[in-house]
Each structure stands twice: as C-alpha cells, then as structure tokens.
C-alpha cells in the first residue's frame, strides 16, 4: 500500500511540474504573439516629419523598466549634394568669366568642400534615440552623417515629467516631445524645458507612441 502511494504521489508532482511548464509556456508564448503584434503595427503605420518626409520609428523593449526610441531620417541626398555644389560652382565659374581671377574657383572648392563637412558633421542628423531607464533617468543621443555622436543623461530625480507640447515654428503649430525638469528650490515647479527629437521633428502620432510608452515607465516609478 506504501508503495501505491508513492507511486501516486510520483505521479501528482509529474503533472503539476507539467502543468506549471505549460504556463510558463503559454506566458511565454502570449509574450511573443504581443511584441509581434506590436512589431507588425509599428511597421504598417507610416511616420513622417513635419513636412510630409518619411522617418522610421524603431521602438525597442529592453525590459517593462527600460525602453528605447530610435527614430532615422532619410540620408544625404546625393542629387541634392550635387545641385548645391553645383549651384556654387557655377556662381563661381560667372564671376571668374567677368573678373579672371582664378582664386574665385579656388575659394569655390574650398567654400564647398568645408560647407560638406560642416554639414555632416554638425547638422545632419540621421538617427535620434531616446533610452528610458526606470528609476535611473534618460538617455538622448544623436547619430550624425559623419559618425559623430553626442549624448545627454539627465537623471530620473531631476525629471517631473515627459509631455507632449506644442509650438508656432514657421508661421504653423507643431507638437513636440519634452521633459520637465524640476526646479530645485520648488519640486512642484518646472525650471526648464528639455525638447526632444528636434532635428527629425516627427508628427503627432508618432510621439504619441513614444509618450505612451515613456508615461507607463514613469508610472512604475512613481
């Protein structure tokens, strides 16, 4: 009889050990239906910039208390390269027919040669990321044309909170994502305004996406 109940107790701890594999199972099953779910709404939903260009949005789960935000911006436009340099060129090329002067063709390479480098260097811009780490802060960084890359941390103490805001940029309203800092002599003050993703300047429903996602870390902070 003794051993009877062995066996049946041999038997309930098998099942129940199967049965608690088929629900992590499951969890982890239904885990990955909604990250593909998730995955395949933010590839059919198409993003643009304030003028009508497209930019992609790459949103990446690290963990519930970590979350990145990629955004990409098209690259240098080779034809539009070519239109400026050329453009320059030609200006240069009208004044040397009048004046003679060979220098003005010189001084033309060299204007478009450091206009390039100054410009993929310091202005263009082709990837935005935005890192939401719980409980420790944000991360920003840009990704320029040349490789170069600039990062800003702000930490979590110092943020009240991330909003959508709105302003007059070329004679029309746009939105825009920013944090709040904290005043220090006034927590329940705000002392400045951190603008986010200011070179691709993407529309409203894609910083929703992003909000949304930032406010439910905040929340699990708070």
């Given at each position: ?81 070519m ?6 060129w ?21 204007v ?40 800003t ?10 909003v ?34 200011q ?24």
């Open positions: 009889m003794m051993s009877g109940y062995c066996i049946n107790l041999k038997i309930l701890v098998a099942k129940t050990a199967g049965q608690a594999q088929l629900a992590k199972l499951k969890l982890a099953l239904q885990s990955f239906v909604r990250t593909y779910q998730n995955f395949a709404a933010m590839e059919e939903e198409v993003f643009t910039d304030i003028d009508g260009k497209a930019i992609s949005l790459d949103c990446q789960d690290h963990s519930s208390f970590c979350k990145e935000f990629i955004v990409s911006v098209p690259k240098v436009s080779f034809w539009k390269v239109s400026y340099t050329c453009s320059v030609l200006i240069a090329y009208g004044i040397f027919f009048f004046t003679e002067n060979t220098a003005v063709l010189s001084m033309a390479i060299l478009t040669l450091l206009g390039m480098i100054l410009h993929i260097h310091f202005v263009k811009v082709d990837h935005e990321s935005l890192l939401v780490v719980g409980s420790l802060g944000i991360q920003v960084s840009y990704s320029y044309a040349s490789g170069r890359e600039t990062t941390f702000i930490e979590m103490s110092k943020i009240k909170d991330i959508i805001n709105e302003a007059i940029y070329m004679h029309r309203i746009i939105y825009y994502l920013c944090v709040l800092l904290k005043d220090p002599s006034d927590p329940s003050a705000v002392s400045s305004v951190v603008p986010l993703f070179s691709s300047k993407p529309r409203l429903n894609c910083l929703v996406k992003v909000y949304k996602s930032c406010q439910e870390i905040l929340s699990k902070c708070s």
